[in-house]
Structure formats: structure tokens, C-alpha cells
């Protein structure tokens, strides 16, 4: 089921009204209908998975704590039992592909069947939900839980529960075991946050995705037009998986629970580092604490530092899919980092200087290198993604210039609520629990929420499209 | 606003006033959104001439059926053309030069963006409700696109020009559409009341294309506005797309979903009814499939496999109607050199194409 869908308001407003009727048990046993009907709205099949999951991790969990002396072997099961439906659904299909091409090229043609098989939508980010609460059992860092269904809606939450954000067992499944209360000045909030949400997905990032699908049909784009077209997927990636994010925490918080949040304006790092503090907050929290510290994180030599950051980057790119445009974007982060740590010890007047001038520079610097980074997760084909970092901005004919040119100032206009906002965070937003309540809070609050609602009705794109990130 | 998170634990209940207070807040905001968009954006914008001279059927365009049907009346045509850029970009938007060639009187009732619905409305509604006797209606269609519910159903952008040419009641056409006016029940009551109430096509078209007016002048350097969209169309035009996709672009795109069979798809569609309303008027009725643009080599266009297929069957199909059918696709006298962009002629090669038409069709049509 997609949020942006009038089947999502119905099963919403139904799921709402029945949940604030029922005690606490009976919320639960609710949510996890709720969870696995959303789950299995269009593939029933995808809730056995779900299931499956839900079961082999709980039960493997209350093994480590029941019989603690075989608590490496129970987590070992976990992972493997985890990590093999990722491995099934999600990259059979390329490693055999590959592994085809390499016997190839050593003269063995062997006639492996390569077997494409649909993948479950969300499973990269449930199952990453569920390994960390398996491994935080097992640094006891939090306690088996004796509730399966406690367990169980703690995966199956449906607000987060295809595209994130990536909970930890103790920030949301704490929060099944405590009471909650309905609260009007929240409920605001939380239907101003999906209005947001749906603005941002349907105006924005669904217009954004128009042109963007443009400049990437062209088998001869040009600099100005590749370039301009990157920026609108840039345009297009952040409003639509932070709207995915805006609607599923909204959501959440109309049924009493609080998401973590996963993105904090990621368009204004000064760093590839700081970029990576705002961007998919929830992952990036996930590889730093459960690959890139168990690999030894900043600690050791300056080679073992970027030998960490190297890998947990490039399994980062491959989690997001299994392409070598993936894996390439992952690598090219690992290698920014690198670099940016390089330049901090050699250049740190540039890297850590104060003044208004070395902050725009540092964040015209990354804007490219992230731009540069977009190009290769979009572009699936290697010798197109080639072909595109080489075009040159020289001999280009003055129309495709005016398209480039038109198609930026497009996602300008398009893209300048989102600056609003991330000019507003500090002056305005960040101060907001105060006044919220305060009629001039109400008044301001309310006439946002019109004019969002008002942009909603006439600026929708006609085309929409899936959330990005369904497809991980 | 958006907010910094509000922790669980933090809201205290509301309790007495302060309950009430909030409750009313969140009931006068969520009324103010969904009753403030259409209050305020009542009717259609005001922009008669906003797409004057323009390729496609703008935001809010009509048609004034009246002045239509007293041209037609006047004109007392030999025979009809109805179609879309397909019809005027070959034949022109004026019919003397085809009158002129022909010796014989022509009407051509095109727009630009229309398609079988608006076609089928012109016929009805205009052609045979103006009480002319032509000898022929012919209609300018590209691959499967006159039996084809998906073209018909994603055009929304002519919402207020079907309206204009609709009457009061349309049961063939609202069953090709996929309209559900069956009243009785509540859900499609509410699903109507809904529809017609949060249904701003007209707003949504009108304000994307200033927007896409603005970001022109903001990154056109000074060049006319028109100019732009011609290159920014001919820069997406089939010849520069990647393969893959300039296939599926130029696919008949309901083709590959027949599931029925070609004799199931062309009695679900506005054929049987549009051969119907042309022998009330006393015409035959003649499809005139156009040639979409070609390969520079082959000379031919890409088609979906079942394309040959479904043309032979129609051709059959509405000569054993009564009707006729033309294909000029095959024809490698016509070459990607003719077209200006996309499947349009270019106008320097617009009188050649309108002998070839005249040369073709003389005899065949009565």
C-alpha cells in the first residue's frame, strides 16, 4: 500500500478510529493486523517473509538469554537466517549474472539458470531493523523480549516499515511497552507533517522525477542537459524519501509513537561527512554502529581508518541494490571520506575555518561531489554513467543549454519550499515546543497548513510514481 | 509547521479547556484545509487566450459548439476531417488549400492534444448534430490510439474541452472512459461528490505551465517562449532517445495489453457507435492511419509486433462495416526527412503531403 493513495487514507482512518478504542494488548494485536495488511496489500505472500522473520529472530533472541553459553552460535543463526533472504531476494540474481560473466571470461561457459526473483518491497529495511535488535540483545545493550507480540509490531509497524526509518529496539519498542495518550496539540503536528509530506512527494519530487526521467531518456545528452537532470534527481530523491519519512513519522505520531528522524537538511553539509549526519540518518547510524565500530572504526592507523571507511561505504552502496552503479556510489563516498579526512589534517583552514566565505565554498564543494555522486546512483548502465562524467561543457549547442538552463531554474521554483524550510529550522522550528500552543503559533501554524493544502490540490505533478526507496 | 519531535512522555493529558481548546483547534484546521482549495479555486482559471496558437488543448479551452456547428452548416462540406496535430500538420488547420486541390469541400476540425473521446464527441455532437451530408468522415489516427481506453483515459488536461462538447447525457462514451454513473449507491455518490469537488485539472494544467512559462524566461536567455518548446521538443524527439526507450515511446501503448482479442477491443470501443453516426448522416466513414516517424535507415517506424496484425484485422473489421481504412505506414515514400518533430510534418512539406493525400484518397473516397 503507498501513502499517497486514497486506499492508505481509508485503512488509516479505520485503523485510527478503531485504535484509540482498544486497551493496550488489544492496540497491539491491532497495529500487527494493521502492519501485515499493509505489508500484504498487493503480494499476500510478502507477510510470510514477515513472518518468518518476526518468528526466527524472537525466538532466537530469548535462546540467547535462556541459554546464554551458546550466545554467539544463536546470533550467528540470526544473521545468516537474515542476511539469506536478503541474499535470495535481493542479490541472487546479480551475483549469478556476474559470476556467469566471470567464468565466462576465463572460457568456462557454464549454464548456471539465473533466476530473477521479485523482492519483497521493505525487506532491506526490516531486516536491518530486526539484526539490530538481535546484536543489541547480544551486547546486552537491551533484553530479549518474552511479548512476541510486542515483537512482532515492533517489525511490523506499518508507518515504518517499507522505507524506514531504520528503529532501534531501544528507542521504538520501548515505546509498545510504555502507555500512550492521544493529544491534540500532537495530532496537529502530525497531520501538518503529512500534508508536508504529500506536498513534497506529489508537487516536488513527483515533478522533479518528469524531467529528471527526461534528461536520462536521451541516448546523447549533452553537459548542460546530463547535469541539469542530475539536479533534478537530486531534487527528486531527497523530497521523495524525506516525504516517505514526513508521512510515515506523522502517521506514527497519530497513533502515539515517535520515529526517529532521518533527515536534518542534508542539501546544506559543509562535508561529505556532515552529509552523511543528514542524510538517511537511521543508516548511517546503523553501518557506524554495526559494521563500521565492530571493523574498528576511527580508531588505528590512518590506512586502517579508511580500510573501515572503504568497506562499510561499499556494503552501504550495495544495501541500497544490486547493481554496480551501487556499489560504485558506495565506493565513491568511502573514497570522499578519504579524502575529506586527508584534507582535514593537510588543509585545515579549509576544512574547519570560520567565516561565511569558507562555509559556502565547503558547501558549493560538496553540493558537486554529491551531485557527482547522484549520477552514478541513478544511472544503472556503466557505459552510459561513463559517458555522462565525460561529456564536456564545450561545443554544445546553445538549446541545450536553454534546456539545462530551463530545467535548473524549473527545480529552483520547484525546490524553494524546501529551502524555506531549511532556512526556518533554526529561527522559527527550532523554538516550536514553546509557542505551539501560543494563538500566534495557531494562526501561523494554520495558515502553512492552507497554503500546503492549497499547492497540494493545484501543483500535483499528474504523474506519480513509487517512493525511491520502495525499491530496496 | 513542521516541529521539532514532541517526545512521548512530554504532551500531559489535555484536560477541561485546554482539551476542548485543542480539539476545536484541530477540527477548524483540518476543516479550513479541505473546504479553503475549493472555495477559493471555483471555476475554471481565467485564461481564454493563454493557449492561443498553441500545439495542444490548453488549461480551461472550450470549444464554442454553436459557432462550430453554423461554420459547418454554412460550409455544407463534401467531406469532414477529425483528428488531432496529426490532422492539422498534414492537411492544415484551414481547409482551402484541400478544397482548392480537390476541387471538392472540405471541413477539418482539429486540435491539437485531442483524442478518440473528443473525436467522438466532434462527431456526434457537431458533425451530426448540425444536420450536414457529407459524403465522407475520415479521422487521422496514429497505430491503435481510436480503440485504445488507456490514450483515451490519460489525457486529462481536456477535461473542460470534453465538457464543452459533451451533452447532457453520454452513456456510450462514459462506459468507454471507465465512468461509473451508476448513483445507487453511496460510495459512488460520495466517489462522484469527491471527484467533482477535488477535481482541479484545469488549475493544475494553468499553473504547471506558468511555472514551466517562468523557469523559460528565468533560463531561456531571451529566447521567445515558443521557440524554447519547439526545441525543447524536437531535443526529445524519438531520434535522440535510447533505444529502449524510443521503442516504448513510439509503441501503440494498449496494444500489448489486448487481453481479449482485436474483435473484443474494437466492439468496447467508439468505433461501432462513431459507424453508426456517420451512416446517420449519410457518410462512410474512413480511418486514416498516419505514418509515425521513421527510421532513417528502414524508412519505417518501429511498431509493436501485434501491430500489422491488429491494422489487417481493423481494416477488415470496418469495411465489412461499411467503412474504410488507409495505412500509410508501410509507404517508404515518406521519410524521416518530412518530419519536423515527433510524428508531424514539417510545414515546407505540408503541400506535397496534402497531393499525396489527395492522390491516395480521390479514389477511394466516394
Known amino acids: ?472 | 509547521m513542521k516541529t521539532q519531535t514532541p517526545s512521548i512522555s512530554e504532551p500531559s493529558p489535555s484536560t477541561g479547556s485546554r482539551w476542548k481548546r485543542d480539539a476545536f483547534r484541530l477540527l477548524i484546521a483540518c476543516l479550513l484545509c479541505l473546504l479553503v482549495p475549493p472555495l477559493v479555486l471555483q471555476g475554471d482559471p481565467d485564461v481564454p487566450n493563454e493557449t492561443e496558437g498553441d500545439e495542444r488543448i490548453g488549461a480551461g479551452e472550450s470549444i464554442k459548439v454553436s459557432k462550430v456547428i453554423a461554420d459547418l452548416r454554412a460550409a455544407q462540406p463534401d467531406y469532414v476531417g477529425i483528428g488531432n496535430s496529426m490532422l492539422y500538420t498534414r492537411l492544415g488547420k484551414s481547409p482551402d488549400q484541400m478544397s482548392a486541390l480537390s476541387g471538392r469541400k472540405f471541413s477539418l476540425i482539429s486540435r491539437g492534444g485531442s483524442n478518440v473521446t473528443v473525436w467522438y464527441l466532434v462527431l456526434k455532437n457537431l458533425v451530426v448534430a448540425s444536420g450536414i451530408r457529407p459524403e465522407a468522415v475520415f479521422l487521422f489516427v496514429r497505430d491503435d490510439e481510436l480503440t485504445a481506453p488507456y490514450f483515451a483515459k490519460n489525457e486529462a488536461t481536456a477535461a473542460a474541452y470534453l465538457r464543452s462538447l459533451r451533452s447532457a447525457d453520454e452513456p456510450v462514451l462514459d462506459k468507454f472512459m471507465g465512468i461509473n454513473n451508476d448513483a445507487s449507491s453511496a460510495a459512488s455518490q460520495a466517489d462522484q461528490w469527491l471527484t467533482q469537488v477535488y477535481s482541479f485539472d484545469e488549475w493544475q494544467e494553468y499553473l504547471s505551465r506558468r511555472l514551466m512559462g517562468v523557469a523559460m524566461e528565468m533560463g531561456g536567455f531571451g529566447t521567445p517562449l515558443k521557440a524554447q518548446r519547439f526545441a525543447l521538443s524536437a531535443r526529445f524527439g524519438l531520434d535522440h532517445l535510447r533505444g529502449n526507450l524510443a521503442a516504448d515511446e513510439n509503441a501503440a501503448p494498449a496494444l500489448g495489453q489486448i487481453s481479449g482479442g482485436f474483435q473484443q477491443t474494437l466492439e468496447a470501443s467508439l468505433l461501432p457507435d462513431m459507424l453508426r453516426l456517420s451512416a446517420e448522416c449519410g457518410a462512410k466513414l474512413v480511418v486514416f492511419r498516419v505514418k509515425r516517424r521513421p527510421d532513417a535507415k528502414t524508412h519505417l517506424p518501429n511498431e509493436p509486433s501485434a501491430m500489422p496484425a491488429y491494422a489487417d484485422f481493423l481494416k477488415k473489421w470496418l469495411e465489412a462495416r461499411g467503412g474504410l481504412f488507409f495505412d500509410e505506414t508501410y509507404d517508404t515514400s515518406i521519410r524521416l526527412s518530412d518530419y519536423l518533430d515527433l510524428d508531424h510534418i514539417r510545414p515546407e512539406r505540408m503541400e506535397w503531403y496534402q497531393q499525396y493525400f489527395w492522390e491516395r484518397m480521390k479514389g477511394v473516397l466516394p
Open chain 1, 1 to 472: 500500500m503507498i501513502f499517497q493513495s486514497i486506499d492508505y487514507l481509508v485503512f488509516f482512518i479505520c485503523t485510527f478510529a478503531l485504535y484509540w478504542q482498544l486497551p493496550r494488548r488489544g492496540q497491539h494485536a491491532l497495529l500487527l493486523v494493521a502492519g501485515y495488511v499493509f505489508y500484504g496489500y498487493v503480494h499476500p505472500w510478502y507477510c510470510i517473509l514477515l513472518g518468518a522473520t518476526t518468528l526466527v529472530d524472537f525466538t532466537f533472541t530469548r535462546l540467547m538469554e535462556d541459554k546464554p553459553d551458546k550466545k554467539r552460535v544463536w546470533l550467528m543463526c540470526i544473521l545468516v537466517s537474515n542476511f539469506s533472504i536478503l541474499a535470495a531476494f535481493k542479490y541472487f540474481g546479480f551475483f549469478t549474472e556476474n559470476l556467469i560473466a566471470l567464468l565466462q571470461v576465463l572460457g568456462w561457459d557454464v549454464p548456471i539458470p539465473v533466476v530473477q526473483m521479485l523482492l519483497p518491497a521493505g525487506v532491506s529495511f526490516y531486516t536491518f531493523q530486526s539484526c539490530s535488535y538481535a546484536v543489541d540483545v547480544y551486547r546486552g545493550k537491551t533484553w530479549a523480549r518474552r511479548s512476541l507480540l510486542d515483537y512482532a509490531v515492533y517489525v511490523a509497524f506499518f508507518p515504518q516499515l517499507v522505507a524506514g526509518p531504520i528503529e532501534r529496539a531501544g528507542h521504538l519498542l520501548v515505546q509498545f511497552e510504555n502507555p500512550r495518550r492521544f493529544h491534540f496539540g500532537v495530532a496537529r503536528d502530525a497531520l501538518f507533517l503529512i500534508l508536508w509530506g504529500l506536498v513534497k512527494k506529489r508537487v516536488i519530487a513527483d515533478t522533479a522525477a518528469v524531467y529528471c526521467n527526461k534528461a536520462f531518456s536521451l541516448s546523447d545528452g549533452t553537459f548542460p542537459i546530463v547535469w541539469a537532470g542530475v539536479l533534478c534527481f537530486c531534487v527528486q530523491i531527497y523530497a521523495d524519501f524525506s516525504a516517505y519519512t514526513d508521512i510515515a513519522r506523522g502517521s506514527a505520531r497519530l497513533l502515539g509513537f515517535e520515529l526517529c528522524q532521518n533527515f536534518n537538511h542534508p542539501w546544506l553539509a559543509q562535508s561529505p561527512a556532515d552529509f552523511w549526519r543528514r542524510w538517511h540518518m537511521s543508516l548511517s547510524a546503523w553501518f557506524r554502529d554495526y559494521v563500521f565500530i565492530p571493523l574498528g572504526g576511527s580508531r588505528g592507523s590512518e590506512l586502517r581508518i579508511a580500510r573501515n571507511l572503504m568497506l562499510t561505504f561499499l556494503l552501504s552502496g550495495l544495501w541500497h541494490g544490486a547493481g554496480w552503479n551501487f556499489v560504485i556510489w558506495g565506493g565513491w563516498w568511502g573514497l570522499l571520506l578519504v579524502l575529506w579526512r586527508a584534507l582535514d589534517r593537510w588543509l585545515p583552514g579549509f576544512t574547519q575555518g570560520k567565516g561565511a566565505g569558507l562555509a559556502l565554498l565547503r558547501w558549493g564543494v560538496t553540493f558537486v561531489l554529491v551531485n557527482i555522486g547522484w549520477l552514478m546512483f541513478r544511472e544503472q548502465s556503466f557505459p552510459d554513467l561513463m559517458r555522462q562524467l565525460m561529456t564536456s561543457p564545450f561545443h554544445v549547442p546553445a538549446d541545450d543549454w536553454r534546456i539545462g538552463s530551463f530545467f535548473v531554474s524549473l527545480m529552483v521554483i520547484y525546490s524553494l519550499p524546501l529551502w524555506i524550510h531549511a532556512f526556518l529550522q533554526k529561527p522559527l522550528l527550532d523554538s516550536w515546543e514553546t509557542w505551539r500552543d501560543t494563538r500566534a503559533g495557531f494562526a501561523l501554524q494554520l495558515a502553512a497548513a492552507v497554503a500546503l493544502s492549497l499547492t497540494f490540490f493545484t501543483l500535483s505533478s499528474r504523474v506519480t510514481s513509487d517512493f525511491i526507496y520502495f525499491q530496496f
